[in-house]
């Protein structure tokens, strides 16, 4: 009874920012920790960034920490996924989750998702 729709995607050129957001509909107050994950052509989904409930704590896969920054806000019933310093590397779809009741660091062991967005594409290229 949840959705989740990404927006945001697109074409950025290397070093360039994106701004991705995940809107939130349905049973909000199913919903606990938030999350970010990408899967890159030929490649396994990987964990990106998470967040909890209040927002107070997130965490990053090391390839994207100090470039990416994931935020919420409950109200607006959104999460956004702001990338900073993009790479070639960083190209892929990237996915909205949310969990239940499971915690955002759960979801850096890929655990916990109980719901998924269909995704938005990144190209990062010149």
């Known amino acids: 009874q949840v959705q989740l729709v990404e927006s945001g995607g697109g074409l950025v050129q290397p070093g360039g920012s994106l701004r991705l957001s995940c809107a939130v509909s349905?049973?909000?107050?199913?919903?606990?920790?938030m999350g970010w994950f990408r899967k890159a052509p030929g490649k396994e989904r990987e964990f990106v960034g998470s967040?909890?409930?209040?927002?107070?704590?997130?965490y990053y896969a090391d390839a994207v920490k100090g470039r990416f920054t994931i935020s919420r806000d409950n109200a607006k019933n959104t999460v956004w996924l702001q990338m900073n310093s993009l790479k070639p590397e960083d190209t892929a779809v990237y996915y909205c989750?949310?969990?239940?009741?499971?915690?955002?660091?759960?979801?850096?062991?890929?655990?916990?998702?109980?719901?998924w967005g269909k995704g938005t594409l990144v190209t990062v290229s010149s």
């Open positions: 349905g049973s909000i107050f199913s919903i606990n920790a």
């Open positions: 989750a949310a969990a239940q009741w499971e915690t955002p660091q759960a979801m850096t062991r890929n655990r916990g998702m109980d719901y």
């Open positions: 967040i909890s409930r209040d927002g107070t704590i997130t």
